[in-house]
C-alpha cells in the first residue's frame, strides 16, 4: 500500500472513487483531469491518491494559500481516511502551511464522514454548511415574473459584469471573509471550468440592468449544483433570486435533469428560506475544523 500524488493515469480510479463517496458531489472525470492540471488560483495545490495491489482506495485533495492549508475531499473505501487526512497535513507542513482546515460532511454527504468526525471530535469547528437536495419532479409552480424582469444566460453575456455582481454580493455572504479573486482568476476558475454550465446559469435584469446571478455547475446528464445565487443590495426583497432559481430548476428539468444540490451556511437564512420554498431538503451538514500548527 501506497500514497502518492494523483497522476493524470489515475484520472478514471479518483473519480469513482470520488463519485461513490460523495453522492451529492456534481463530478466528472474531465473536471478531475481538469482540476489536476489547473490546481485553484493562487494557490499550491496537490492531491494524493492511496494504492493498494494496483488499485486506487483513497483519494484526498490539499489546499495551500496564505498559510492556510485546508484537507479536502477525503475518500476511501479502504479504512476511515484517516491515512489520507494524515498524509495530507504532513504534505501542507511541509510546503509552509501554519494553520491546518480539513473539511469533512455527514454520512449523507460524504460516505465514512462519520468515522472521519468521530476522529476530530472535540476540535474547533469555523464554519458549517446545510448541504441540501431536490428531486426536480417536486418543484413548485413558476411564479409571475417580477415587474421589468428579463432572464438571460450567462452564455450570452459579457464576463465583467457578472463577475462584478458576483463580487458584490458576496461581500455580504456569511462565514469567514476571504479574498475574492481576482478577474483573471474567476474567469479561468469560474467561467473556464468544465462543470460550469453556462445555460443553466442565468442573469436576472430589471429594466434592463443586471441585478442578480445565479450560477450553476452540471454534469450535462443528471446532476446539477449550485455554485453562487446573489442579488445586488438595493434589489433585494422582491423575490428576484427566488424567481432565477425557480426558473433554472425547471428548465433543467425540462432538459432531462433529475436531482440539483446546493450548499448554504447555516447563518444565511434568506437563501435556506427560498431553497426550502422550492424543495430542497438537507441531506447532511458539512464542518470545516482548525487547528494551529505548533512552533517547533
Known amino acids: 500500500m501506497t500514497i502518492r500524488e494523483l497522476t493524470a493515469d489515475d484520472v478514471p480510479g479518483a473519480h469513482r472513487l470520488l463519485s461513490d463517496a460523495f453522492p451529492t458531489l456534481v463530478l466528472s472525470e474531465e473536471a478531475v483531469r481538469w482540476r489536476l492540471e489547473h490546481g485553484s488560483p493562487g494557490a499550491d495545490n496537490r492531491a494524493l491518491v492511496r494504492v493498494r495491489n494496483g488499485r486506487i482506495t483513497g483519494h484526498v485533495r490539499s489546499v495551500l494559500r496564505d498559510g492556510v492549508g485546508t484537507t479536502l475531499l477525503i475518500a476511501s473505501d479502504d479504512g476511515p481516511g484517516t491515512d489520507l487526512l494524515a498524509a495530507s497535513e504532513r504534505s501542507l507542513v511541509e510546503r509552509g502551511a501554519r494553520s491546518l482546515r480539513v473539511t469533512v460532511a455527514e454520512e449523507g454527504v460524504q460516505r465514512?464522514?462519520?468515522?472521519?468526525?468521530?476522529?476530530?471530535?472535540?476540535?474547533?469547528?469555523?464554519?458549517?454548511?446545510q448541504i441540501l437536495g431536490l428531486d426536480l419532479r417536486d418543484l413548485p409552480n413558476l411564479p409571475a415574473a417580477p415587474l421589468g424582469a428579463e432572464l438571460r444566460a450567462w452564455r450570452e453575456f459579457e464576463p465583467r459584469a457578472l463577475y462584478e455582481i458576483d463580487r458584490l454580493t458576496n461581500e455580504d455572504e456569511p462565514g469567514e471573509a476571504a479574498a475574492f479573486p481576482s478577474f483573471d482568476d474567476w474567469y479561468a476558475d469560474t467561467w473556464g471550468h468544465p462543470l460550469s454550465d453556462l445555460d443553466l446559469s442565468l442573469v436576472l435584469l430589471i429594466d434592463g440592468r443586471p441585478v442578480a446571478i445565479t450560477c450553476y455547475v452540471s454534469d450535462r446528464k443528471a446532476r446539477m449544483e449550485s455554485a453562487m445565487t446573489g442579488t445586488l443590495r438595493e434589489f433585494r426583497g422582491r423575490g428576484l433570486a427566488g424567481y432565477a432559481k425557480t426558473v433554472a430548476l425547471h428548465r433543467a428539468r425540462e432538459w432531462g435533469f433529475t436531482h440539483a444540490y446546493t450548499?448554504?451556511?447555516?447563518?444565511?437564512?434568506?437563501?435556506?428560506?427560498?431553497?426550502?420554498?422550492?424543495?430542497?431538503?438537507?441531506?447532511?451538514?458539512?464542518?470545516?475544523?482548525?487547528?494551529?500548527?505548533?512552533?517547533?
Open 112 to 129: 465514512g464522514g462519520r468515522s472521519l468526525l468521530a476522529f476530530l471530535e472535540g476540535g474547533e469547528v469555523v464554519d458549517t454548511h
Open 263 to 296: 450548499g448554504n451556511h447555516t447563518d444565511n437564512a434568506p437563501m435556506l428560506a427560498i431553497n426550502r420554498s422550492l424543495g430542497y431538503r438537507l441531506v447532511g451538514s458539512e464542518h470545516v475544523f482548525v487547528r494551529e500548527v505548533p512552533v517547533p
